[in-house]
């Protein structure tokens, strides 16, 4: 049909993409009772290959919907310039409260993109690593599908409780990612050995 022609222009046919599904019984106070640190991410603009050093997320919860997202990192290398920023996240459907949104405060949630925990484990009280994506993968790059490289609907993290994640664990989670259709290949180490992180 048209529409369903539109919807593939639209979305670079992201039907040849399997739509993934979020972490199921997700548990917010879990999620954000402590720090994470980034194993892997994918280059996005605002995530440039030279950041990807001692990357760390603080999460905090502000109502039963909304939370509070402090990002960490360093520039060119370990324990270098500092970046990162508050941002704001919202749970805009407490029936999948593992499909938030994120973005600057200031805007208006309607321009907040998603960020998904498509998996959290090993149980829902206690997270140890997880699985994050910018939404739904809608690019087919031959080995598997991908999100954008813009600002929204864009980047895939692998995260874990312990700063320098065993690799055992790392592995585990890009093969989760790779069954649920993911290109992991997208994904490119953080530096953790040797970070100090501010209190």
């Not at 905090?60 to 370990?78: C, H, K």
């Not at 829902?124 to 598997?144: F, K, M, R, V, W």
């Not at 312990?162 to 093969?175: K, R």
């Amino acid at each position: 049909s048209i529409s369903w022609v539109l919807l593939c222009v639209l979305s670079v046919c992201a039907a040849s993409c399997p739509p993934v599904s979020t972490q199921t019984d997700f548990n917010v106070t879990e999620y954000t009772s402590k720090p994470w640190y980034v194993q892997m991410q994918m280059p996005v603009t605002y995530l440039p290959l030279n950041e990807f050093y001692c990357v760390r997320a603080n999460y905090s919860i502000e109502t039963p919907t909304s939370l509070s997202v402090y990002n960490y990192a360093n520039i060119d290398e370990v324990n270098g310039d500092a970046t990162g920023g508050e941002l704001c996240a919202v749970i805009k459907d407490d029936t999948e409260p593992a499909k938030l949104s994120v973005g600057p405060c200031p805007l208006p949630k309607l321009f907040y993109g998603p960020y998904w925990v498509l998996l959290a484990g090993p149980d829902s009280h206690d997270y140890e690593y997880a699985l994050i994506s910018g939404g739904q993968p809608t690019i087919d790059t031959g080995n598997g599908c991908k999100t954008g490289n813009g600002v929204n609907g864009s980047g895939l993290w692998v995260f874990s409780r312990t700063q320098v994640a065993p690799q055992s664990q790392i592995d585990m989670v890009l093969n989760a990612a790779a069954d649920m259709g993911f290109d992991t290949s997208v994904l490119h180490p953080v530096e953790q050995e040797g970070c100090n992180y501010p209190p």
